[in-house]
């Protein structure tokens, strides 16, 4: 990084954090700090409904995502829309009439305060883990640019985006967000437009798509099925999204209070609706911009010499032990094989010779080979690094390619988009704090004053230990699947509770609790025990609550119902 770099960056970061800071300066009580007085337009909510998700997982492990695996992650997203109507007619009509700050409140109310307390807690599970992975995101960036220690840039990282959270609760959250945004997009334009430019003159923006698709990156819509059979363990498919991603994304936006408390902070129901409906719009679009460019960067590579390894903080460990002269050697054989490579492929574009292409496959192969090496010397050698370099190869690209003032633009679009994540997530596990557990546990009749105190140190409290959780991320390969995964873990059980309390209501709070409890141990031990797809995970827990629900129903003493 040049001087210009890090005075882009500075002053993009610093000038977001003033930004926040004033923004938050008039907000003196909870309901401002966590629903930002119910005051925001739909456009706010809208983007703070993205700004929340897209944390910087999504722009800096989606490229690497795509540049290994093609553009099928996109269909992760597919069910995205349909759950938008569902809470459009469901969820958002029913917080709003009740008034409350976080999703949970609707559980005592329908249940007892048992299932509250339990839907809250598989909450603050879920997204501290996230948040943890989160902040440990844009860490890797800092850690790998200038050598600094992991752990010690989480500190950094995790201390920055503290102060920030804490500084105006859910107002500072939706208007930095809404800046975040504007500079992230413009950053990625960017990237895509002076990538296509960095190609060979006789490669145009169709010519890349179709280089990506010859070699398998292109792969937007997939089947799942081979054989004959449908594979329950291929991560990501046309059903497994549309059905797995319609139950997470729905358990996603509907339970967990990062989301909720987004549209919680709207004017109004039809503000909160429009804003939803406007994210199951642009969020497919988006996503697959971000993956289109992990494919042209592979495009990019294929004419040019690609690292062997992304991560060069790890190579230069590994020359430091008793591999030094086999990374050597491997990385003077993996450049031999670029300049081999680039000349099948000038015979392939040329008359789509099927040797050449061939001959191209070989040496993809041949190279994979000798990633797997690398990889395999990281984990013998112990290095404290990933041994996965996923989340490295977009920024790495960047770092080598970008011209001096893009680079420090797509590091301060990276860090923004982290810090506009996890302060919503921060901001909600305090939510979920005061209101669910220090309200009815501790005490009910504090004044504002105390209330609002309070609200700012259990913020702090959460980011200490998202921060202390973020040292134990390395070594969860993709960091967007890593906290997707997670996710998995806990969305679907929620969502299972909800769907009881809407829409069976014969069942009551003992049988959904117990139902609940079964239904996690279930969802942990298909992760654990078999190889099923991750997403399906949000719809077995989804169902298995029902289920579990109604036969628990007729055994167990009649329950209190709504």
Same mark, same amino acid.
């Given at each position: 990084?040049?001087?210009?770099?890090?005075?882009?960056?500075?002053?993009? %970061?610093?000038?977001?954090? @003033?930004?926040?800071?004033?923004?938050?300066?008039?907000?003196?009580?909870?309901?401002? /700090?966590?629903?930002?007085?119910?005051?925001?337009?739909?456009?706010?909510?809208?983007?703070?409904?993205?700004?929340?998700? =897209?944390?910087?997982?999504?722009?800096?492990?989606?490229? *690497?995502?795509?540049?290994?695996?093609?553009?099928?992650?996109?269909?992760?997203?597919?069910?995205?829309?349909?759950?938008?109507?569902? @809470?459009?007619?469901?969820?958002?009509?029913?917080?709003? &009439?009740?008034?409350?700050?976080?999703?949970?409140?609707?559980?005592?109310?329908?249940?007892?305060?048992?299932?509250?307390?339990?839907?809250?807690?598989?909450?603050?599970?879920?997204?501290?883990?996230?948040?943890?992975?989160?902040?440990?995101?844009? =860490?890797?960036?800092?850690?790998?640019?200038?050598?600094?220690?992991?752990?010690?840039?989480?500190?950094?990282?995790?201390?920055?985006?503290?102060?920030?959270? +804490?500084?105006? *609760?859910?107002?500072?959250?939706?208007?930095?967000?809404?800046?975040?945004?504007?500079?992230?997009? #413009?950053?990625?334009?960017?990237?895509?437009?002076?990538?296509?430019?960095?190609?060979?003159?006789?490669?145009?923006?169709?010519? =890349? %798509?179709?280089?990506? &698709?010859?070699? *398998?990156?292109?792969?937007?819509?997939?089947?799942?099925?081979?054989?004959?059979?449908?594979?329950?363990?291929?991560?990501?498919?046309?059903?497994?999204?549309?059905?797995?991603?319609?139950?997470?994304?729905?358990?996603?936006?509907?339970?967990?209070?990062?989301?909720? *408390?987004?549209?919680?902070?709207?004017?109004?129901?039809?503000?909160?609706?429009?804003?939803?409906?406007?994210?199951?719009?642009?969020?497919?679009?988006?996503?697959?911009?971000?993956?289109?460019?992990?494919?042209?960067?592979?495009?990019?590579?294929?004419?040019?010499?690609?690292?062997?390894?992304?991560?060069?903080?790890?190579?230069?460990?590994?020359?430091?032990?008793?591999?030094?002269?086999?990374? +050597?050697?491997?990385?003077?054989?993996?450049?031999?094989?670029?300049?081999?490579?680039?000349?099948?492929?000038?015979?392939?574009?040329?008359?789509?010779? =099927?040797?050449?292409?061939?001959?191209?496959?070989?040496?993809?192969?041949?190279?994979?080979?000798?990633?797997?090496?690398?990889?395999?010397?990281?984990?013998?050698?112990?290095?404290?690094?990933?041994?996965?370099?996923?989340? /490295?190869?977009?920024?790495?690209?960047?770092?080598?390619?970008?011209?001096?003032?893009?680079?420090? @633009? @797509?590091?301060?679009?990276?860090?923004?988009? #982290?810090?506009?994540?996890?302060? #919503?997530?921060?901001?909600?596990?305090?939510?979920?704090?005061?209101?669910?557990?220090?309200?009815?546990?501790?005490?009910?009749?504090?004044?504002?004053?105390?209330?609002?105190?309070?609200?700012?140190?259990?913020?702090?409290?959460?980011?200490?230990?998202?921060?202390?959780?973020?040292?134990?991320?390395?070594?969860?390969?993709?960091?967007?699947?890593?906290?997707?995964?997670?996710?998995?873990?806990?969305?679907?059980?929620?969502?299972? +509770?909800?769907?009881?309390?809407?829409?069976? &209501?014969?069942?009551?709070?003992?049988?959904? !609790? !117990?139902?609940?409890? #079964?239904?996690?141990?279930?969802?942990?031990?298909?992760?654990?025990?078999?190889?099923?797809?991750?997403?399906?995970?949000?719809?077995?827990?989804?169902?298995?609550?029902?289920?579990?629900?109604?036969?628990?129903?007729?055994?167990?003493?009649?329950?209190?119902?709504?």
């Amino acid at each position: 990084m040049g001087y210009v770099d890090w005075i882009i960056l500075l002053l993009t %970061l610093v000038g977001v954090v @003033l930004y926040g800071i004033y923004k938050g300066k008039s907000i003196h009580n909870i309901d401002g /700090y966590y629903r930002s007085n119910r005051q925001l337009p739909w456009s706010m909510v809208m983007l703070g409904v993205i700004g929340t998700q =897209a944390s910087a997982v999504t722009f800096l492990s989606a490229p *690497g995502q795509a540049y290994t695996d093609g553009m099928r992650f996109v269909q992760y997203y597919f069910g995205l829309p349909l759950a938008m109507i569902v @809470l459009c007619i469901t969820f958002i009509p029913l917080f709003h &009439k009740l008034n409350v700050y976080t999703a949970y409140e609707y559980l005592e109310k329908r249940f007892d305060r048992k299932t509250r307390s339990l839907a809250a807690i598989l909450f603050l599970l879920s997204r501290a883990l996230s948040t943890g992975i989160s902040i440990y995101a844009p =860490a890797i960036i800092l850690s790998s640019i200038l050598g600094w220690n992991i752990y010690l840039t989480n500190f950094l990282m995790g201390g920055i985006v503290i102060f920030y959270s +804490i500084s105006g *609760g859910a107002r500072v959250v939706a208007y930095t967000q809404q800046l975040q945004l504007i500079i992230i997009f #413009a950053g990625l334009i960017l990237a895509g437009y002076l990538i296509m430019d960095l190609l060979p003159h006789e490669v145009g923006f169709f010519s =890349a %798509l179709k280089l990506g &698709k010859d070699f *398998g990156k292109m792969n937007i819509i997939t089947t799942g099925i081979s054989e004959g059979r449908f594979n329950w363990n291929d991560r990501f498919n046309i059903i497994s999204g549309i059905i797995g991603g319609f139950f997470l994304a729905l358990s996603y936006f509907g339970t967990d209070q990062s989301q909720v *408390g987004r549209y919680l902070s709207a004017s109004s129901t039809r503000q909160s609706r429009i804003g939803l409906l406007m994210n199951g719009v642009v969020k497919i679009p988006m996503q697959f911009f971000i993956l289109l460019l992990g494919v042209l960067v592979f495009v990019y590579y294929m004419f040019h010499a690609s690292p062997l390894y992304f991560n060069q903080l790890a190579i230069d460990k590994l020359k430091g032990t008793s591999y030094k002269s086999r990374t +050597i050697e491997l990385e003077a054989s993996y450049k031999e094989l670029s300049v081999e490579k680039k000349i099948y492929l000038n015979q392939w574009m040329t008359d789509r010779n =099927a040797s050449a292409k061939l001959k191209l496959d070989e040496i993809e192969g041949k190279e994979e080979t000798m990633r797997d090496e690398v990889k395999g010397m990281i984990k013998a050698s112990k290095l404290p690094v990933e041994s996965s370099d996923t989340n /490295y190869i977009f920024i790495r690209f960047v770092m080598d390619h970008m011209p001096h003032g893009l680079i420090g @633009l @797509l590091i301060a679009v990276i860090f923004l988009a #982290a810090w506009g994540s996890i302060s #919503a997530a921060l901001n909600s596990l305090s939510a979920s704090s005061l209101i669910d557990f220090h309200r009815p546990f501790v005490n009910d009749s504090l004044s504002d004053k105390q209330e609002f105190v309070l609200s700012k140190r259990y913020t702090f409290l959460w980011g200490v230990f998202c921060v202390l959780f973020a040292q134990f991320a390395t070594g969860m390969g993709s960091l967007i699947e890593a906290v997707n995964i997670l996710g998995s873990w806990f969305y679907g059980v929620m969502l299972g +509770i909800f769907l009881v309390a809407f829409y069976l &209501k014969h069942v009551g709070a003992k049988a959904v !609790f !117990f139902a609940a409890i #079964a239904g996690e141990v279930l969802v942990l031990a298909m992760y654990f025990c078999t190889d099923i797809g991750w997403l399906w995970l949000n719809a077995i827990g989804a169902l298995a609550v029902l289920c579990f629900g109604l036969l628990l129903q007729g055994i167990l003493p009649r329950a209190k119902t709504a």
